[in-house]
């Protein structure tokens, strides 16, 4: 089975700093992009950074200046070093990886910035 496991979240407080880390196992080959995304309660899914095979990077402007994504292409790994958090950062965030004809989620790791 495929599997993403991601780690890192917490309680911090604003201003604090956190790292998130997600692992893959199982059969994945080639995989396209690697990214995270994040949902707060009563709020929708939205996209918090990518990073193509490539190295190319995406971030939501929300996060821009404050966040950066990594990637180990050997290892199908992806991290997001996470700076300077807001109270509007906690979320559930989750893991994802795209490769050609499917999609893959983590289960999800809480963040939760004290004002």
């Known amino acids: 089975q495929v599997q993403l496991v991601e780690s890192g979240g917490g309680l911090v407080q604003a201003g604090g700093s956190l790292r998130l880390s997600c692992a893959t196992s199982g059969s994945i080959f080639s995989i396209n992009v690697m990214g995270w995304y994040r949902q707060a309660p009563g709020k929708q899914r939205e996209l918090v950074a990518a990073?193509?095979?490539?190295?190319?990077?995406n971030y939501a402007d929300s996060v821009k200046g404050r966040f950066t994504i990594s990637r180990d292409n050997a290892k199908n790994t992806v991290s997001l070093q996470m700076n300077s958090l807001k109270p509007e950062d906690t979320a559930v965030y989750y893991c994802?990886?795209?490769?050609?004809?499917?999609?893959?989620w983590g289960q999800g790791t809480q963040v939760i910035v004290s004002s």
């Open positions: 990073i193509s095979s490539g190295g190319s990077t």
């Open positions: 994802n990886c795209k490769v050609p004809g499917d999609n893959y």
